[in-house]
């Protein structure tokens, strides 16, 4: 049986005499037909719409019937829809604006800023991002006037050259649409899945971080030690390979998060890519990176600051391995351990995966595990420590 689109209708209306509220239905557009009774006792009828504006439902009044009959009605509500979408509804005398993608942007940020501890630099990628590859276009349109064609224009440029660079800001601009939708401004997400069906396919796989043979690893560590680099970076790198941590962690790292005694670190989750705490079992090696750090430290709250006392930047380490020729990147370190040990090691993947602060993916299986084999992943450490010598 086929829905009806409208529920009301003109004998209805001019025939109901028990006060309510009749809805016409979801084709109508939120339409209804309000019955009361005046003080005198008469008996008043009218049209009323309930519509999303800003994200709220507003009751917005179309006039008394039968001054406004019911055709009339369902008129005025579409041609509200309308204007809602182009932002030219009027509500209560003031007309709504609708924001530019610009300003549309800080208040996304906004929220999203609430959730970011990582002191501003989420915020910087994204304003950076949208300022070079998408503000030429976007920035002062409204978000309702925005198209496919123009997201379009600012991803080709950059879609085969700089694909990731692209894939991040048809994310942030996507974000910016979602919100859009989410206030009322439009009904449609034009980053959304129609352009990624659009877009050219470039065939390219995914890249990953460049890493060392596990068997070459001891190498460049002495590479490392015997360069003129700042002591603190050649021990925040050899701690980073030893801990199997990402630099961000080991950057971060402070003297309050150790305990020597127990031989463990404990990275709070704020710095954490899962935003979750995670304890480090220190291996011997570890140990003596850390007791070297402490005759360097100065008092400094950090295990490895720079040479100015504060925390190590991003291109530090990244920029000491690279200038003295060894193939691979801060990161790659993580894979040459995962490599050795699963070839090395006899431990379960499921360790190897805990030591890595790996998320198991299988929500199942991690609702029931409550144990995060700290003394597993101790004893693999230590002998990943041997093996680096």
Request: hydrophobic fraction near 40%.
């Amino acid at each position: 049986m086929t829905r009806r689109p409208y529920r009301l209708s003109s004998r209805f209306v001019a025939n109901v005499r028990e006060p309510g509220r009749y809805g016409d239905g979801r084709g109508s557009g939120g339409l209804s037909l309000l019955v009361r009774r005046t003080t005198g006792g008469d008996l008043a009828k009218s049209w009323a719409q309930r519509i999303i504006v800003d994200g709220r439902a507003r009751n917005i009044g179309l006039g008394s019937w039968p001054h406004v009959s019911l055709v009339q009605a369902r008129e005025k509500c579409i041609l509200n829809r309308v204007a809602r979408r182009r932002g030219d509804l009027v509500l209560a005398g003031r007309k709504r604006t609708v924001p530019t993608f610009a300003e549309a942007l800080d208040r996304v940020i906004a929220i999203h800023g609430e959730g970011w501890r990582d002191d501003g630099r989420s915020e910087r990628q994204w304003r950076a991002s949208l300022r070079d590859y998408a503000m030429w276009r976007l920035g002062e349109l409204p978000v309702n006037r925005i198209g496919t064609a123009d997201v379009m224009a600012v991803l080709l440029p950059i879609w085969r050259e700089k694909r990731e660079t692209a894939r991040r800001v048809r994310q942030r601009i996507s974000a910016v649409m979602r919100w859009a939708v989410a206030q009322g401004y439009r009904e449609d997400n034009p980053a959304g899945d129609a352009i990624g069906a659009a877009l050219p396919k470039t065939g390219d796989r995914t890249r990953h971080q460049p890493a060392l043979p596990y068997p070459e690893v001891r190498g460049a560590m002495e590479r490392v030690r015997g360069s003129r680099a700042y002591p603190s970076t050649v021990l925040a790198f050899e701690f980073l390979v030893l801990t199997a941590c990402r630099s961000g962690e080991v950057r971060g790292a402070r003297w309050d998060e150790v305990d020597l005694e127990a031989r463990e670190w404990r990275i709070p989750p704020e710095r954490m890519k899962t935003n979750r705490a995670h304890r480090v079992p220190l291996s011997t090696g570890a140990l003596a990176v850390l007791r070297q750090a402490r005759a360097l430290s100065d008092d400094s709250e950090l295990l490895f600051p720079s040479v100015r006392g504060r925390r190590l930047s991003d291109a530090t380490i990244s920029k000491m391995v690279r200038e003295l020729g060894i193939g691979a990147v801060p990161h790659g370190f993580r894979s040459s351990f995962r490599d050795w040990a699963a070839e090395c090691s006899d431990v379960p993947r499921e360790v190897c995966e805990l030591a890595l602060a790996h998320v198991n993916s299988d929500r199942v299986e991690a609702a029931y595990r409550r144990t995060d084999l700290f003394e597993r992943r101790r004893a693999l450490m230590e002998e990943w420590s041997a093996f680096l010598g």
